[in-house]
């Protein structure tokens, strides 16, 4: 532990000795001390004007944390220098989980001085070299030129991605959500196949896990798909890869898409994939032709009552003419900016908009891209690949070391019996580490206890994996353990926790939607985490009744079994067209929960 503490000073500290000495080695004067410009040059400075896709002259202010570095020049440095710059890189990755991005070009405070062709390309030479020392490649994002007196400058966007290694990928899920018939699972066929559709659903047929999906078209379950992007930046899908295994080896990065249903009486499903498997980000699929119709509306509630940040695609753009897809991106746009939602819509039609929106969106919850394409012609298809080539994780190393150092803690989400392999589950690591032969405990049972298992192997994306790390989803095999003492919503968690069973407990709720008056008595059903149950409202702290738009901290009770809660978890109920959303405020002890009365001695076995 000692050893990794200095490990991690010593690396900061050469970040910050590198900071400091990459100002004093450029040679180029900063030119926020120049003397000021006269009239007459300011004057014509005005009169040329602004080009439309020239950069601000400013960015924030370099951040110390974090996986974003400003450097002005990066022109022959000293072996010395190298190895800090190297050192220096090394801790950017770590900081970005295995991705990185360098602004050539652009000071410490942010002003962006740029430089000339010669230097520019001597920097990226030396970026390069430094990529390869670490174990990593360097993809140019883009160029932009900066307007100065003298001289044309630039200033360059590169992205360092470490090589892949022992199936360390970075791994992303988006939840694709959308109304029926919008052509959610079509894009994801057209995406992870890497062949565009024939205009009558044949890229997702790849995608149905029922028969009855392929007949109507329609999904009903929760199925994933995975795309991968290598160190350079370059699509690896199943169009150069035969198996799952293939893609995650070649892959540094990986997009999980969960494809949830669009039907309305496939509600309930939907709302556990977006509670359950704790997705990143959320990819809202609506039709040109159609507009926002059917759950369109209902999805984008959801995933903004759970605060998962959401980008819309407009799909089957090659259906209608331009005038439609316009008056669709209109009433997206009307609906975003709403008091409800708050968001600043961001319609991207170039690359340099692509690079921006994921920036951008990883940075700020209100921001909302807004991508217009065809799954059929392939039209600005690549955007959204660029888009997802670049989107950064949105928690950092810190928080996920943080993470792992806990105890370990496994949601079950799915349950299968595979021939010769006994008894499977898939799920979330929410916690800590997992690793072949674990000896972890399962639960809660009907009658609240916890059964003692073992993990034969992990895998992830369908591929052999030895060690799960927090966040990270997997399926494991537990051998010859009885799968009928298994369901979804309970959880695997180190022996080490001594897990407690909860049947009552508060909750501080906003009612988003009732007819007449919500009260004590009601049966509703509750989502928290990936605990599905229905639950009866005991009581409303400190008032009688609710109407829609008020709070209150409410009292569960769950009706069928006692499961296991965190205090803080997000929680959605909703019964008919009733919905509310809020957190756990409070776990009741044992000896207030209201169990059945054959329950009530087997709390703690």
């Known amino acids: 532990m000692d050893a990794q503490v200095a490990n991690h000073c010593s690396i900061k500290s050469a970040a910050k000795t590198s900071i400091t000495q990459d100002a004093a080695e450029c040679g180029i004067a900063n030119t926020a001390k120049k003397k000021p410009r006269s009239r007459r040059g300011r004057r014509g400075k005005r009169r040329r004007g602004k080009k439309a896709n020239e950069p601000p002259p400013f960015l924030p202010p370099e951040a110390e944390e974090g996986n974003i570095e400003y450097k002005l020049k990066l022109v022959n440095p000293t072996q010395y220098r190298f190895e800090h710059l190297a050192t220096q890189l090394k801790?950017?990755?770590?900081?970005?989980?295995?991705?990185?991005v360098y602004q050539i070009g652009?000071?410490?405070?942010?002003?962006?001085?740029?430089?000339?062709?010669?230097?520019?390309?001597?920097?990226?030479?030396?970026?390069?070299?430094?990529?390869?020392?670490?174990?990593?490649?360097?993809?140019?994002?883009?160029?932009?030129?900066?307007?100065?007196?003298?001289?044309?400058?630039?200033?360059?966007e590169v992205l360092v991605r470490k090589v892949p290694d022992d199936q360390q990928f970075l791994d992303l899920r988006v939840a694709v959500l959308g109304n029926v018939d919008s052509g959610k699972s079509t894009l994801l066929g057209v995406l992870t196949q890497g062949e565009l559709d024939n205009g009558r659903g044949r890229a997702r047929l790849n995608l149905f896990r029922h028969l009855h999906e392929i007949q109507t078209g329609r999904t009903s379950s929760i199925s994933f798909e995975i795309l991968g992007f290598n160190s350079k930046g370059e699509v690896v899908n199943y169009s150069d890869s035969r198996t799952a295994e293939e893609i995650c080896e070649s892959s540094s990065k990986m997009i999980t898409f969960i494809d949830l249903a669009g039907h309305y009486k496939y509600l309930k499903t939907t709302i556990f994939g977006l509670t359950s498997y704790c997705p990143d980000f959320a990819m809202l699929v609506v039709g040109a032709n159609t507009g926002i119709a059917g759950t369109t509306r209902e999805h984008l509630g959801l995933a903004m009552a759970l605060k998962v940040p959401i980008f819309i695609v407009v799909s089957k753009v090659d259906l209608c003419g331009k005038s439609t897809v316009e008056k669709t991106v209109r009433q997206l746009e009307r609906v975003l900016k709403q008091p409800g939602c708050n968001k600043v819509p961001m319609v991207v039609s170039n690359p340099d908009d692509a690079v921006t929106a994921a920036q951008q969106f990883a940075q700020s919850s209100s921001v909302t891209p807004i991508f217009t394409l065809s799954s059929v012609s392939g039209e600005s298809l690549d955007l959204l690949k660029v888009f997802f080539n670049i989107l950064p994780p949105l928690s950092n190393s810190k928080e996920q070391e943080e993470l792992m150092q806990q105890l370990t803690e496994f949601q079950v989400d799915e349950i299968y019996s595979v021939p010769d392999v006994g008894t499977v589950v898939g799920g979330t690591l929410y916690s800590g580490v997992c690793r072949e032969g674990d000896r972890l405990v399962v639960g809660p049972t009907d009658d609240g206890r916890f059964l003692r298992l073992k993990v034969c192997s992990i895998h992830r994306n369908r591929s052999g994996c030895r060690v799960l790390r927090a966040g990270q989803a997997a399926t494991l095999a537990l051998g010859n353990f009885d799968r009928s003492l298994l369901r979804k919503g309970m959880v695997m968690v180190s022996p080490k926790m001594n897990p407690t069973i909860c049947w009552q407990f508060e909750a501080a709720i906003v009612l988003l939607f009732h007819a007449k008056t919500f009260r004590s008595g009601f049966q509703v059903t509750v989502h928290v985490g990936n605990v599905r149950q229905t639950a009866t409202v005991e009581c409303l702290l400190g008032k009688e009744e609710l109407r829609t738009g008020e709070r209150a901290v409410v009292c569960f009770r769950f009706l069928k079994h006692p499961e296991y809660l965190r205090v803080g978890a997000k929680l959605l109920f909703r019964v008919g067209v009733t919905k509310g959303i809020g957190h756990v405020t409070h776990l009741l002890p044992s000896t207030q929960n209201h169990m059945p009365d054959q329950n009530r001695n087997q709390n703690h076995s």
Do not use: F, H, P, Y
């Open 91 to 100: 801790w950017r990755l770590q900081e970005g989980r295995g991705e990185a």
């Open 106 to 156: 652009v000071e410490d405070n942010g002003l962006l001085v740029g430089l000339i062709e010669e230097d520019m390309k001597a920097s990226l030479k030396t970026l390069r070299r430094m990529a390869e020392k670490v174990g990593a490649d360097i993809t140019l994002l883009r160029e932009r030129e900066v307007d100065c007196d003298r001289a044309r400058r630039k200033i360059a």
